[in-house]
């Protein structure tokens, strides 16, 4: 059983950065895809980026993502982190990480998920 916790999550103004982290147990992740997507009230959950077991990256296109967010993965410590910055309000959702056997935009080949962290922006 894999259990992935994320951390990292706050209260930040607009123009700020945050560091989210996902831990990972129960399992070597290095073999495997890592993914983040994230999830708005009242909206569905979207793909954010992902990266694969050699580091591999894709982001989402939208020009809310790309350019100012950045996936990295550490395979000794078993952890995925989302480095993001230029925060916008629009970016206020909770962040969830997920693993799976490859990189996809595609929440359904992600196996397990984490339980989420929020990320508030304020203007």
């Known amino acids: 059983q894999v259990r992935l916790v994320e951390s990292g999550g706050g209260l930040v103004q607009a123009g700020g950065s945050l560091r989210l982290s996902c831990a990972a147990s129960?399992?070597?992740?290095?073999?495997?895809?890592m993914g983040w997507f994230r999830q708005a009230p009242g909206k569905e959950r979207e793909f954010v980026a992902t990266?694969?077991?050699?580091?591999?990256?894709?982001?989402a296109e939208a020009e809310s993502v790309k350019g100012r967010f950045t996936i990295s993965r550490d395979n000794a410590k078993n952890t995925v982190y989302l480095q993001m910055n230029s925060l916008k309000p629009e970016d206020t959702a909770v962040y969830y990480c997920?693993?799976?056997?490859?990189?996809?935009?595609?929440?359904?080949?992600?196996?397990?998920w984490g339980q989420g962290t929020q990320v508030t922006v304020s203007s």
């Open positions: 997920a693993v799976g056997p490859t990189v996809s935009m595609n929440s359904r080949n992600y196996g397990y």
């Open positions: 990266i694969s077991n050699s580091g591999y990256t894709y982001y």
């Open positions: 129960g399992r070597t992740l290095s073999g495997y895809a």
